[in-house]
């Protein structure tokens, strides 16, 4: 389903019982800039496109952080501060990341029944939150890599991540064989930039798990380039909206 809604991932559309998506421009679920009245309905407009009513949305208040929640019976009520990823097997559970450049990474194991939803930025990716959330996948719930499909939003892409030298070096202390994934940038005020392609770092990330490449679904679409279509950070500041990303099983 692609329409001016929403984007969503071929391959996690294969599963009926799976709901995913990432929210387009005008859609803006930025509480800064936002009311609360009017959050909630967007929240209803993507029902209405979807035909589907969750029984709870989980929204965390995010930080950039690698902290990840685990939603069960006993939690759901919480509130989720300095989170940047849930995990959950509970079924009619939304579990919603707010996003504007950043990558939401959606998590399925068919076979185990469990979902997750991944905010990595820069941050999250240098501090490698995937990882975190596929090992809880692996250690909690038993899942194999080989049976999670993911999926990776339209983000900020190696055409526009563009960092200082200290930012580069810190990257490749973190990680080991990236040189491919880092190309060289403009001299700007006598100082050389570079770009970061986060995408593959986290498909790299990914396989090195044992997820295989032909499960992992990438949009491919940079949000700062196609901001007349996304809210992007990077391309509107701080008045920039927030897209919302979602994965809900049925
Ligand atoms: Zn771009």
Same mark, same amino acid.
């Given at each position: 389903m692609e329409d001016t809604l929403l984007i969503t991932s071929k391959k996690m559309n294969k599963y009926p019982e799976l709901i995913n998506l990432l929210t387009k421009k @005008?859609? $803006?679920? $930025?509480n800064n800039i936002i009311s609360i009245d009017e959050i909630a309905n967007n929240y209803k407009l993507i029902e209405q496109e979807i035909n589907y009513h969750f029984d709870k949305i989980i929204k965390p208040i995010q930080n950039h952080t690698d902290n990840i929640c685990i939603i069960t019976s006993d939690n759901i009520n919480s509130t989720f501060e300095n989170v940047d990823g849930l995990i959950t097997n509970l079924k009619g559970v939304a579990l919603a990341i707010s996003l504007a450049d950043c990558q939401g990474i959606l998590l399925y194991d @068919?076979? =185990? =029944?469990v979902i997750g939803n991944i905010h990595s930025g820069w941050k999250g990716t240098f501090n490698k939150i995937i990882v975190k959330a596929i090992n809880i996948m692996i250690d909690i719930y038993g899942s194999n890599p080989k049976d999670i499909i993911v999926y990776i939003t339209p983000s900020i892409g190696k055409c526009c991540f563009e960092v200082d030298e200290e930012l580069k070096n810190k990257f490749m202390i973190n990680y080991h064989d990236i040189d491919n994934l880092i190309s060289l940038g403009e001299i700007k005020d006598g100082k050389q930039k570079y770009y970061i392609d986060l995408l593959e770092i986290n498909i790299k990330n990914l396989i090195d798990l044992g997820i295989s490449r032909e499960n992992i679904d990438v949009a491919d679409i940079c949000t700062k380039c196609n901001s007349n279509k996304f809210h992007s950070y990077r391309a509107e500041k701080e008045k920039s909206g927030r897209n919302i990303s979602i994965i809900c099983m049925k």
């Open positions: @005008p859609l $803006n679920f $930025n @068919p076979i =185990k =029944k």
